[in-house]
T-cell receptor, first 114, second 111 residues
Framework: EPEVTQTPSHQVTQMGQEVILRCVPISNHLYFYWYRQILGQKVEFLVSFYNNEISEKSEIFDDQFSVERPDGSNFTLKIRSTKLEDSAMYFC????????????FGSGTRLTVV | QKEVEQNSGPLSVPEGAIASLNCTYSDRGSQSFFWYRQYSGKSPELIMSIYSNGDKEDGRFTAQLNKASQYVSLLIRDSQPSDSATYLCALWMDSSYKLIFGSGTRLLVRP
């Protein structure tokens, strides 16, 4: 069964450093998303991406965050200057038809900012 | 008002019983609803989707939707210890083209 692949599975970084989280969505999917989940809290929407541009972003997704689809397969989330409160699980998801079929989530990247 | 509300639980049921998980939502215009299961430390896994009022069955799972009452539920028949997880209710926001999650209900199935 096709899956969404995320790397790395766990990243530890120092406060103020830049991190790039990587995702390979399912190949025929057109809609891409990043969500985060702080430990013990809900899954929160960060950003959606379609047709090579951001469709929607949350208020969490400030100037420190950016997304890119640098080639036909990868989808990345960059955090420019990490803060302690950025520590969370980050999930990439993709979908073929937007709302109709739900998302397929990747296994996540656990980001720990120290 | 929260967009998607769930009781955090834990909901504890004995093995073999029916587990009933509930969710209410505030956006009357929402048309698409989803239930995800999340094991501790893992990513959400889609269980069911429902778009029309009434019941939708898939194996041991039944999703129920009542748009007039803005209420979605998930029934799990013959609960197994492996069903112990957090169940996330999600709805599609047509206005902003994204999926919004509730905070989840933790289910414990006792052997």
């Amino acid at each position: 069964e096709p899956e969404v692949t995320q790397t790395p599975s766990h990243q530890v970084t120092q406060m103020g450093q830049e991190v790039i989280l990587r995702c390979v969505p399912i190949s025929n999917h057109l809609y891409f998303y990043w969500y985060r989940q702080i430990l013990g809290q809900k899954v929160e929407f960060l950003v959606s991406f379609y047709n090579n541009e951001i469709s929607e972003k949350s208020e969490i997704f400030d100037d420190q965050f950016s997304v890119e689809r640098p080639d036909g397969s990868n989808f990345t989330l960059k955090i420019r200057s990490t803060k302690l409160e950025d520590s969370a699980m980050y999930f990439c998801a993709s979908s073929s038809r937007g709302q109709t079929y739900g998302y397929t989530f990747g296994s996540g990247t656990r980001l720990t900012v120290v | 008002q929260k967009e998607v509300e769930q009781n955090s639980g834990p909901l504890s049921v004995p093995e073999g019983a029916i587990a009933s998980l509930n969710c209410t939502y505030s956006d009357r215009g929402s048309q698409s609803f989803f239930w995800y299961r999340q094991y501790s430390g893992k990513s959400p896994e889609l269980i069911m989707s429902i778009y029309s009022n009434g019941d939708k069955e898939d194996g041991r799972f039944t999703a129920q939707l009542n748009k007039a009452s803005q209420y979605v539920s998930l029934l799990i028949r013959d609960s197994q210890p492996s069903d112990s997880a957090t169940y996330l209710c999600a709805l599609w926001m047509d206005s902003s083209y994204k999926l919004i999650f509730g905070s989840g209900t933790r289910l414990l199935v006792r052997p």
